[in-house]
Structures are given as structure tokens and as C-alpha cells.
Nanobody, 115 residues
């Protein structure tokens, strides 16, 4: 059983920054990929960024210049550093862990960008 828990969301002003964390626990197999997704109200869930257990990263083009994904394998934790936040970044951010084709999802953490 694998548990994935996000944290770090909150209310932030436009142009501000947030750092999201996702802690995974349980029987985590390697190699694996951890990723961030987000879903705004009325919108489909979209992929934001991903990072493999080997440290290889990929980003959605719309946020590549502002977001940074990283991970600490010793802590089984992935981070999403979000800078220069915009109103359109408002969404529930979800963490995803994939290992050998099996997906594990967190409950999501709310990010609200507002003046």
C-alpha cells in the first residue's frame, strides 16, 4: 500500500511564490516517476511536471519558466517550487506516483492566487 500526501498549498498574491510538497510512504518501488497535476474549477486535470527517481524532469510548456520540480529520494518526497504565480494558476494541485504502471494519487492541495 502506497500513500501520497500533498501539502503546502494556500492563498498567495499574484507574483508570489509557493512550494508544494508531496510525501510518499509505503512500498515504493523503483524506478518510479512522481508528477504534479492540477485541476481548476470546471477544467480538466492537466499535467504540470514530472520527475523520475533518476532525477530526469519534464514540464508542461506553459509553466516551464516559472515552476521547478525536484525530489528527495531519501525522504520519498517531491517538491514543486512555483514562482511568479498568476491568477490562472489557481487550482487543486495533485501529486501522482507511478511505479511499474500503477498510479497512486494524493488528495490534492488547494492553491489560490488572488489579490
Amino acid at each position: 500500500q502506497v500513500q501520497v500526501v500533498e501539502s503546502g498549498g494556500g492563498l498567495v498574491q499574484p507574483g508570489g511564490s509557493l512550494r508544494l510538497s508531496c510525501a510518499a510512504s509505503g512500498s515504493i518501488f523503483n524506478p518510479n516517476t512522481m508528477a504534479w497535476y492540477r485541476q481548476a474549477p470546471g477544467k480538466q486535470r492537466e499535467w504540470v511536471a514530472q520527475i523520475t527517481s533518476g532525477g530526469h524532469t519534464n514540464y508542461a510548456g506553459s509553466m516551464k519558466a516559472r515552476f521547478t520540480i525536484s525530489r528527495d529520494n531519501a525522504k520519498n518526497t517531491v517538491y514543486l517550487q512555483m514562482n511568479s504565480l498568476k491568477l490562472e494558476d489557481t487550482a487543486v494541485y495533485y501529486c501522482n506516483l507511478v511505479a511499474y504502471g500503477v498510479d497512486y494519487w494524493g488528495q490534492g492541495t488547494q492553491v489560490t492566487v488572488s489579490s
